[in-house]
């Protein structure tokens, strides 16, 4: 299976990352990873692999990094994903020129990028992509397991930080009961007008979660949310009768599930 170049840079923790070449490769399928962390590293490189490298090792070595392209592309490898410094925009000219050519897409990774959370998020991603229901976007169904399923503290952790998402992201959640599946997709469209950046559909209600982590007052805020987007919901589709449940907010990731309850 796998997931394309497209995808992994559509991931939050890419969300300052940069395409410095060969966009018309961002289709090209990514298996794995492999790190490049020496000039002799490439004949151990695998298929269908985003490669990892420092910026320093091209520098030093403007010779070899003339041609790394084409060996990573004649290896079979997906792209490839520099991390940065101050200089790494500046990537040689050849290079970028045959990553150009061949549609192969090299990235420039911001210096704040940690490499582990990089290579456990999309390694997630990869994993994921076997077992993924195509009605739910990633962040969804990790939404679904944190708020139903409950599970392993640690394998939640461990997936919002693949999301790229800190542990102390305060969410929101409020249920809208009963299901209305002929007005789902106005009510979808309510709801992020009114500040809910996702809307779960279970066999019974809805949940909608809103990212309050930017915001101040959160709590005072989610009601506020949720009482509006119920009043709008009276007034556009007066032919239903809709219910609304609202929980607390908690400054930590996991305690979600502890405001779907109250909800």
């Known amino acids: 299976m796998g997931i394309s170049i497209k995808s992994i840079l559509e991931l939050p923790i890419m969300e300052h990352a940069k395409l410095l ?8 399928t990514v298996e794995g990873i492999s790190l490049l962390e020496s000039t002799d590293s490439t004949k151990y490189l695998t298929k269908n692999t985003l490669v990892l490298n420092h910026y320093q090792l091209i520098r030093d070595n403007p010779e070899w990094s003339t041609n790394l392209i ?3 592309h004649k290896k079979g490898c997906s792209g490839l994903a520099v991390k940065a410094d101050r200089h790494a925009s500046q990537l040689p000219e050849p290079l970028l020129s045959s990553a150009e050519k061949l549609g192969f897409p ?8 940690i490499s582990a959370e990089l290579i456990t998020s999309i390694t997630y991603e990869v994993f994921r992509s076997q077992y993924h229901d195509p009605a739910f976007s990633y962040d969804q169904d990790f939404l679904m397991s944190l708020l139903l399923d409950g599970g392993n503290d640690k394998v939640l952790r461990n997936q919002g930080v693949a999301l790229g ?3 102390k992201k305060c969410l929101g959640v409020a249920i809208l009961f009963p299901l209305f599946p002929a ?11 009114y500040g809910f950046t996702w809307m779960l559909a279970t066999q019974r209600h809805y949940i909608l979660v809103s990212d309050l982590q930017k915001s101040k007052e959160q709590e005072k805020i989610l009601e506020q949310s949720s009482f509006e987007f119920a009043g709008a919901l009276g007034k556009q589709l007066p032919e239903y009768a809709f219910h609304i449940g609202v929980g607390r907010t908690y400054q930590k990731l996991l305690c979600a599930s502890q405001s779907f309850k109250e909800a």
């Open 106 to 113: 090299v990235i420039a990774l911001p210096p704040q990028c």
């Open 183 to 193: 007005a789902q997709s106005r009510i979808q469209e309510l709801s992020r007008h």
């Open 70 to 72: 084409y060996a990573l």
């Open 165 to 167: 998402w800190s542990l």
């Open 21 to 28: 070449a060969g966009s018309f490769g961002q289709q090209r």
